[in-house]
């Protein structure tokens, strides 16, 4: 099974600075047709997940552009160019190249410093 | 706009079935594949289970092989997770989900299995 790796777990922001998580994964995500199958999702407290980020760097439909996702191969991040009050929660990567099963990464809570 | 209603939760002895239900709208049913996924109290996120969207196809995450089935009516568009032989570690919000990528997520439906 593929281990997705994330860090930090916990993020300390200050509003209206950027921040930025990790995400590792034990074995490469490029699938062999060429695509690269991660995905972000944003958990805010008391509501279910969102999907953010697909295939490493598409926004979903609706997603502020503050939001972006790059890396490749087994490396990746999503960045938050200012981050909003809004944007408190858990954030989860997820790999869909190498299943069953599908593997989420460990979480990484983003709250106010 | 696409909606995900699950439904069935419960409290549940160990070793006892529930089934959970996820009413889909909003969208072709029958053109995608569903997913299952689960979060205990306090934890992360864990799949548990997806199908093709005609059924040919269905996947299981191991701790739940031989316990639960996944299957689908794509003539009511509803996904369903029949569950058997519960465990406490079976406690959950089980969430349903449009497609392997998850890109639409239902409120979630909350199994209790106490230990």
């Known amino acids: 099974d593929v281990v997705m790796t994330q860090s930090p777990l916990s993020l300390p922001v200050t509003l209206g600075q950027p921040a930025s998580i990790s995400c590792r994964s034990s074995q490469s995500l490029v699938h062999s047709n060429g695509n690269t199958y991660l995905n972000w999702f944003q958990q805010r407290p008391g509501q279910s997940p969102r999907r953010l980020i697909f295939e490493v760097s598409k926004r979903d439909s609706g997603v502020p552009d503050r939001f972006s996702g790059s890396g490749s191969g087994t490396d990746f991040t999503l960045k938050i160019s200012r981050v909003e009050a809004e944007d408190i929660g858990v954030y989860y990567c997820m790999q869909g190249t190498h299943w069953p099963p599908w593997t989420f990464g460990q979480g990484t809570k983003v709250e106010i410093k | 706009e696409v909606h995900l209603v699950e439904s069935g939760g419960g409290l549940v002895q160990p070793g006892g079935s529930l089934r959970l239900s996820c009413a889909a709208s909003?969208?072709?049913?029958?053109?995608?594949?569903m997913t299952w996924v689960r979060q205990a109290p306090g934890k992360g996120l864990e799949w548990v289970a997806n199908i093709r969207h005609d059924g040919s196809e269905k996947y299981y995450v191991d701790s739940v092989k031989g316990r639960f089935t996944i299957s689908r009516d794509n003539a009511k568009n509803s996904l369903y997770l029949q569950m058997n032989s519960l465990r406490a570690e079976d406690t959950a919000i089980y969430y349903c989900?449009?497609?392997?990528?998850?890109?639409?997520w239902g409120k979630g439906t909350t199994v209790t299995v106490p230990s």
């Open positions: 909003g969208f072709t049913f029958s053109n995608y594949w």
């Open positions: 989900g449009r497609a392997r990528g998850m890109e639409v």
